[in-house]
């Protein structure tokens, strides 16, 4: 595809339910990226993926949080039991591999609202 | 771990004048300094980047400049123009293989003509 799609790209739920966010990196890019950004504020490091390594999860916030990516592609993160406090846009990024000399392509972001 | 700083949190300017953000980070290790542009409703965009073999690079308008003596580094606007208003995000990569940019809080600019 032309860029990191993300889907959906707006979710309103409410307090207490699960949701999943999926993200489809660029063709051929290794490492994915998940970042949270609530409103005002920067890009919350979540977690990374880089081919078949573990994951990195240390920015994930809590347990209700988790991420999967399947066949080294597609990425879902899911939360559960969601908080009112999780409300905010979910950025998925991508790039080539996972050293400083590859371009992180960002996606456009799922909007997450929890009334 | 590393830590981005970002000043201004706000910017307004008159069009055709400078802009100057800039960003102070914490692990003297960090190698890699990339710059992104955010507009409402979409995702980040790089707009220029700089690694730590340099001390300055330019790209048409846009610039930006390294000290890594002080760990700080500078995004420079010139002859701003409307469409340049934005939030704009600056971030380091920590020297470790397989690990992510870490963000600044972000400064948005507003250019007024």
């Known amino acids: 595809g032309a860029g990191v799609s993300q889907s959906p790209s707006n979710k309103v739920t409410e307090k207490g339910k699960d949701v999943e966010l999926r993200c489809d990196p660029i063709s051929g890019h290794t490492a994915l990226y998940w970042y949270r950004q609530s409103l005002g504020q920067g890009l919350e490091f979540l977690i990374y993926?880089?081919?078949?390594?573990?994951?990195?999860k240390s920015g994930l916030p809590s347990d209700r949080f988790s991420a999967e990516r399947t066949g080294g592609s597609v990425s879902t993160l899911t939360i559960q039991r969601t908080q009112q406090e999780d409300s905010a846009v979910y950025l998925c990024?991508?790039?080539?591999?996972?050293?400083?000399?590859?371009?992180?392509?960002f996606g456009e972001g799922s909007w997450l609202t929890v009334v | 771990g590393e830590n981005v700083e970002q000043h201004p949190s706000t910017l307004s300017v008159q069009e055709g004048d400078s802009a100057v953000i800039k960003c102070t980070y914490s692990d003297s290790a960090s190698n890699y300094f990339p710059w992104y542009k955010q507009e409402l409703g979409k995702g980040p965009q790089l707009i220029i980047d700089?690694?730590?073999?340099?001390g300055e690079k330019k790209d048409q308008r846009i610039a930006v400049t390294l000290n890594k003596t002080a760990k700080h580094f500078s995004l420079h606007i010139t002859e701003t123009q409307p469409e340049d208003s934005a939030v704009y995000f600056c971030?380091?990569?920590?020297?470790?293989?397989?690990?992510?940019?870490?963000f600044g809080k972000g400064t948005t600019l507003s250019v007024s003509s």
């Open positions: 971030a380091a990569s920590p020297n470790q293989a397989g690990t992510a940019l870490i």
């Open positions: 700089i690694r730590s073999n340099v």
């Open positions: 990024a991508s790039s080539l591999g996972g050293g400083v000399e590859n371009t992180i392509y």
């Open positions: 993926f880089q081919g078949n390594s573990a994951p990195d």
